[in-house]
């Protein structure tokens, strides 16, 4: 029998080893879960993991979708780190599109290419604006998170469809429920000619950057990391839990804001109703499985993106649902949580369990027992 038994300090050998852990084990599951499903499971694998980076075309979709899952994850470890639960980075994305595609939809032939610049910002004050409504509550009315910003997705994801289906509706679009496609001078600028790579590819990588100064070489960024490991230590240390609650949420909103932003005016170029593609979902276990480090998130990224990009394959060549996509999401995720025990835990037998522990037993008794009797002091000569 195996039993699990606490490690006397915290793992680091784990605390890197267990995402790649935890992706072999996705790896293995998906295997017999497309076997099990009558699919050749190499081709299967061939089409998450070989596929989405096997040409220069492929390569720049596939950063195409990593790209605001990035720039989403950047933000989100920000909060995480200060222990401030947004999980609502998807409704901030979506408002964040929604105010990008407002200034955009203003844009006409005449409109000089500064638009662009107005779009983004629109893009990220929008997600600041829909975080701070969670920051608001929290620190007026000590609202939980993790539920405001939840239930404010599905309020900005109503709020997109009532434009697209109302006011925003295209009235040349065969009764689609979309805007109209904005002009061409609105679009986010591309890297190389013939590739949908935009800047939003050079923003992520700058906002790695950024990160990791601002939380490892500012006091700001020790701030808010000591605000969420000791919030009784950074009280004691003057450090205002108020402030590190606003800049992490405006901080993580304005990031899903500028990419929701990027993917308007970028590779979609209007608004639809499917806006909301789950990156803000997909962006936390981005976060994690990066293990909220800058550097960590964009390997997470490209390893989420291949998973979209995957699971649209599978449906295309292999007739398999495109839901495969979160499957393998969710299995990542949870594979993730379960070897995390390794990192504050050691699997042991049960015998050599108990074996260590009668050892430590016999010690102490014996570092209390003496070993010999006491010398008694002579008295010899003695009156």
């Not at 992706?23 to 699919?39: D, P």
């Not at 470890?77 to 901030?92: D, K, L, M, Y």
């Not at 205002?240 to 990419?259: D, E, K």
Request: charged share 10%; aromatic share 10%; glycine share 12%.
């Amino acid at each position: 029998m195996l039993k699990l038994e606490p490690r006397p300090e915290l793992s680091r050998f784990w605390t890197f080893a267990s995402p790649i852990l935890a992706l072999l084990i996705t790896v293995l599951i998906g295997v017999a879960l497309f076997a099990a499903l009558g699919k050749d499971p190499v081709k299967g694998l061939l089409v998450f993991f070989y596929e989405p980076i096997k040409s220069g075309y492929a390569i720049g979709e596939l950063t195409i979708k990593a790209t605001p899952l990035l720039i989403i994850a950047l933000g989100l470890a920000v909060c995480f780190r200060s222990n401030v639960w947004n999980i609502g980075a998807e409704g901030q994305f979506v408002f964040g599109a929604i105010a990008a595609g407002g200034v955009a939809l203003m844009a006409d032939k005449s409109t000089g290419s500064w638009i662009v610049v107005a779009i983004l910002v629109a893009g990220t004050v929008g997600g600041m604006v829909w975080a701070g409504i969670v920051a608001f509550l929290r620190d007026r009315f000590n609202a939980n998170e993790i539920l405001v910003s939840l239930m404010l997705v599905y309020v900005a994801t109503l709020l997109l469809g009532y434009m697209v289906f109302g006011p925003w509706k295209d009235p040349q679009g065969y009764n689609f429920p979309q805007s109209k496609t904005f002009e061409a001078v609105t679009q986010i600028p591309r890297l190389f000619k013939g590739s949908r790579v935009s800047i939003g590819l050079i923003i992520a990588l700058l906002g790695v950057g950024a990160l990791w100064v601002f939380l490892f070489r500012t006091r700001a960024g020790f701030a808010q990391q000591v605000g969420g490991l000791a919030p009784a230590a950074a009280r004691y240390a003057g450090f205002s839990a108020r402030r590190a609650i606003w800049i992490a949420l405006l901080t993580s909103g304005g990031a899903a804001g500028l990419a929701g932003a990027l993917e308007v005016a970028g590779p979609l170029g209007q608004l639809t109703p499917y806006v909301p593609a789950g990156y803000g979902f997909a962006a936390i276990i981005v976060a994690f499985v990066g293990r909220l480090h800058p550097v960590g998130m964009v390997f997470s990224a490209i390893l989420m993106s291949m998973f979209y990009i995957g699971g649209e394959l599978a449906q295309s060549r292999l007739g398999l649902p495109k839901s495969l996509t979160g499957v393998f999401q969710g299995l990542l995720l949870f594979t993730l949580l379960a070897c995390d025990t390794l990192i504050a835990y050691r699997i042991r037998r049960k015998a050599a369990a108990k074996a260590a522990a009668s050892a430590g037993t016999t010690s102490s008794l014996q570092a209390s027992t003496p070993l010999t009797a006491p010398a008694v002091r002579s008295t010899e000569g003695v009156l």
